[in-house]
């Protein structure tokens, strides 16, 4: 039994991540590309932010990358 967490796009409000907060907790700090809207989102305290260091070259996770290599992370 899980209970899942969704994570929104500090931007547009859509939802990048559904996960359980022990997974989200694993993620603090990293960066997320929205797809809707291009913004990165920087995942801290279980809620996505705005990132102030924007650089999409650093440490950008997309959701598919993320999907794909799940344990690289
Ligand atoms: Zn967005």
Known sequence: ???FSDL??????????????MEIAKLNGLN???DCCGHQNLLQDFK????P???PYIN???IDS??????TI
């Open 1 to 3: 039994m899980y209970d």
């Open 8 to 21: 929104k796009c500090y931007n547009c409000q859509s939802v990048i991540l559904s996960l359980p907060p």
């Open 32 to 34: 997320f590309h929205c």
């Open 48 to 51: 996505f932010v705005k990132n």
């Open 53 to 55: 260091n924007i650089d």
């Open 60 to 62: 950008v996770f997309s």
């Open 66 to 71: 993320f999907l794909l290599s799940p344990k």
